[in-house]
């Protein structure tokens, strides 16, 4: 099918409206990016670049084409509405190899006739007008549309892709012809008004025959989507129908808006071509997504580990200074957790340099088979929810940005662990604790010493040292006895409460680890997903901007 669309003349098309138009089907190529098909980017940036070219050309003028079949007679009716012999006419077909151009008017159209590459040029000079001016009309007699010589047919085409107007030029004979209905008058079906069809020859038919092919052009017009055509029926020959021809072309140069009326349908008709290359809306990335991707980013990252470990460490620190003093050397002993999986510290917070200067990042063991794809597959299902109602290309773009190279995700997530504070500051508690332990320590020692002075001194027979008792319980045992039940029942005490406590700052690590991870997963999986959306919207609303010019 022939590539030519064309746009509507019946309606004014502001300069700006025209240049917003040209402006928002540039904006859509632009950020569609790749994910538009080539053919629709190709034909877009076309009709941007012609947009630009004619709009840039200085002068009022308006191109008419007058393209048909051969033996239509176009250049015969070229010659009648020029008013002199300016095109070749002949019995040998094809006639017309190059286009020809007639210009009414003093000004100059070498420029838009350059721009157009039309070499064979003929300025017209008239006399007073009867039925208009055709000041500022640049005709065209283009080769036929269906010769048998390919460069002809290319040049025809090449042309009618760059004019403002057609008049498509047909006879009795041809009218019906295949070529003409479907490769152009049905390409050129939502523009109608933009089109003029031209019964020529028709001193060849009686004027019922000629009512008669008329009404047939019509309805076959109408069959190829075009129920509103105008068709003049015309003869080169006697001149009938040539001023009414000359009048339609002097009211459309009149309105001085065929150029722009024409870019602008070429411009609603890519758009239009282009609406099935995005969706009518964007879906977003839910918070439910979000958590279900955060969980999988959690796993792989050894986040359960690191919380377990978490609250082993701050059992263990709690013992260490809470713990029964005469058996505290034994927890120092034990490695602590943390530091086995290279993420203890003093610091509330690890650095950017000290995590780059560490060479493995952390000892965490690497994420098992089940973790890894527990990742693929909320990542894929993220994919899967926000690209489902995409077109595919927008899809497949949406898949590639949530699903990020292994590798780098990984090293992400470990140095989202690694910069997570895994301390907190001693609780006050354990201070308290800690020194009645002490106090008790010392009581129970100063009991022992107290019995230990009373055993020496019977031994070596002095006079035995008053001893205080409270009651039948003399105060040296007191202090002993009391000193350790009393460290004893503090330590389980104290264990018990670090038990508590260190299920609580094990939930504030969790949640500290999970909101790096989740500032991971935003960073590198559902911010490029949000940008290709948003493209999409920028596409979308670009899109439907250039379409409503």
Known sequence: MSPLRAGSASRTVPAEDLLRGTAALERAVVTGGRELPQAERVRAEAVIAKASARLGLVGGHTVVALAGATGSGKSSLFNALVGEDVATVGARRPTTSTPTAAVWGAESADPLLDWLKVQRRHQVITSEPVHGTLDGLVLLDLPDFDSRVSSHRA???????????????????????????????????????????????????????????????????????????????????????????????????????????????????????????????????????????????????????????????????????????????????????????????????????????????????????????????????????????????????????????????????DRAVVGTPMRARTPLWWRVVGWLQIVLAACAVVGLLWYLVVMVLGWLQFSELPMPRYGPVPAPFILLVGGLLGGLLLALLAAALARFGARREAARVDARLRGAIAGVARERIVDPVNAVLARHRETREAIAEAAAL
């Open 155 to 413: 040049e025809a085409e090449r042309i009618l892709e760059l004019v403002d107007l057609f008049v498509w030029v047909t006879d009795p004979q041809k009218y019906a012809d295949a070529r003409l209905h479907d490769d152009y008058v049905a390409a050129l079906a939502t523009h109608e008004s933009v089109t003029v069809a031209v019964l020529n020859h028709t001193d060849r038919l009686s004027a019922d025959e000629v009512t008669l092919c008329v009404a047939d052009l019509k309805r076959l017009l109408a069959l190829d989507g075009v129920p509103g055509a105008q068709v003049l029926a015309t003869s080169a020959r006697t001149g009938a129908g040539v001023d009414e021809l000359r009048q339609r072309l002097a009211n459309i140069v009149a309105g001085a808006n065929a150029a722009r009326a024409r870019l602008a349908g070429d411009i609603r008709s890519v758009a239009e071509g282009m609406r099935h290359t995005v969706a009518t809306s964007e879906p977003t990335v839910d918070a439910r997504e979000q958590s279900g991707l955060v969980d999988a980013l959690a796993r792989s990252a050894g986040v359960p580990t690191v919380v377990e470990a978490v609250g082993r460490d701050y059992r263990m620190a709690a013992a260490q200074v809470t713990g029964w003093p005469f058996t505290r050397w034994v927890h120092q002993l034990r490695p602590k957790p943390l530091r086995r999986l290279r993420l203890d510290g003093d610091d509330i917070r690890v650095s950017e340099a000290d995590v780059r200067s560490v060479l493995g990042r952390s000892s965490l063991p690497p994420p098992t088979p089940a973790a890894k794809a527990a990742v693929t597959l909320a990542t894929r299902q993220l994919a899967d929810r926000t690209g489902g109602g995409l077109p595919t290309p927008w899809a497949d773009a949406v898949e590639d940005a949530a699903v990020p190279p292994s590798a780098d995700l990984t090293d992400a997530l």
